[in-house]
């Protein structure tokens, strides 16, 4: 089912809306013209910033003991030892 | 070859000067400044590592090059222990668990942080105003903006604050206010410096680069920076540019130079800055330099693509921003609300405006007709560059179209954007481009083909004797 979803709710911003600035931005793209060859690839083919053949397997690091206290540290709410979140949801 | 490093390594080592003394002066020009660069400074950790350097000189040891050096941090990277607020709100108390990965290599090599600096906010403007910290001031009229975004590191740059700063570039955050402040700044080809501990901006352009007061400086910290890195797998290996390349001076008559016709034509480039930049082609051609004129795309249409992508990877990279994990929380009757008011009450309106057009042009129906054919465009701009580079060695512009304007005098976002124009396509291309000092007001940018710097880096050496 198709659902249109507002900006707001898009962006997690209260009151969003679409900027004229923005806007100007976007007629732009709309009125371009692109060349007839479509997406005229490139030639030598390293537009793409890695190869494939080239991922690293995709494997755990385990944060150091500093790395972890750091990120408890950087957890918004504490309380007796515990991180608490703005809300349970139970269902 | 001119070089701040060397003179300072030169000092320390020679006993001229103690590093903590080094540290400590610098420490207090940025304390005393006027000019609101420093977001934090790192006084504490920059004096441990100080003494340690002049414990080794007093012993005899010998330092390394880098070791001692004093130098700044845009503050959108993390260095382990520290604040990286990225000039927001949102991240105002939030410390770095970890160290980038450029950091960490100039880290092992000795250079000392000693400043985190202020910048747009996420890297999200052109003049170092949309920051939580305040605007920070132009180094050589205090009236007028620094640039941006990585504004506060050109100024602790050219005021000497800092002997080297890192920034970070994704349509013109180093070029511009280098340019602005006259200094050297350099984006590297994209993947060159691995991107691991740069908060996120636009990740397809996204690039980390060294600002300094001499080419030999950039020399030696690109080499240091770059390389492939396993938390970067967009990351390259690249050989290093050699010690020697400013040793033998670059030949005129063998040198093929273009520049864009269409950068030319735009109707709001400063008079002054035409005026100068055509006076350097001149000069060039005096030099039998081979000058070949070329068309390109219109810049307002490099401009909207740029930022159009840009807007909506910005979207994607701050949407994690939620006050769940890290950061500021705000709570309301419910998660969502809960979420939106947090986002809404943190981030500047800039940053706001960039996650909602970057939400509107992933959005059903405008995604087609806008974010994809920008995709395509992008293509071709990429396209377009490869095939002129095998017409001409190097392609010259200036910087921007303007000179700095005063500060909070540019209150319309579009005109903003649209003062991009000559940095966003090198950008898109994932080119290697340089500001350098000097050819106009604002500088001139010095582009060559992916991963070769080392082009550009003799170049701009020539385009001291053209001067």
Redesign the interface.
Known sequence: M?K??P????????????????N???K???Q?I??ED???????G??A??SLD???SDEIVR?TQ??KE??R?????EKNGYLV???V?ED | MESEIHKIHQSVQDGAVSCTDLVKQKIDMLEKSANNTANFLLKESALQRASIVDQKVKTGKKIGLLEGVPFGIKDVFLLQGEHASASSAFLKNYISPYTATAIQKLLDEGAIPIVKENCDSFGHGSSTENTAFGPARNALNEDLVPGGSSGGSAVNVAKEYTTFSIGGDTGGSIRQPAGFNKVYGLKPTYGRISRYGLMAYASSTDCVGPISKSLEDIRILLNVMSGKDLHDQTSFDAPPVPEDIFKEKLKGDKLKVGFYTSFLENPSLDAGIKKDFLSLLTRLKDHKVDVIPMEFFDTNLLVSMYYILGMAETASNLARLDGINYGERLTAESLKAGYALTRSENFTEETKRRIIGGNQVLSQGHSEEIYLKARGLRNQVSARFEQEFKLVDIILSPVTPNLPPKLGSQNDPLEMYLSDAFTVGFSLGGLPTLTAPGGTETGIQITAPKRQEEKILKFANFLKEVE
């Open positions: 198709e249109i979803m900006l707001d709710l898009l962006s997690s911003i209260k009151g969003a809306s679409s900027s004229a600035a923005v100007e931005l976007f732009v793209i709309q371009a692109p060349a479509g997406t005229a690839l490139l030639e030598s390293d537009d910033p890695v080239e991922l690293r944060s500093t790395e750091i990120i540290q950087n957890f918004p709410g979140v703005p809300k949801i």
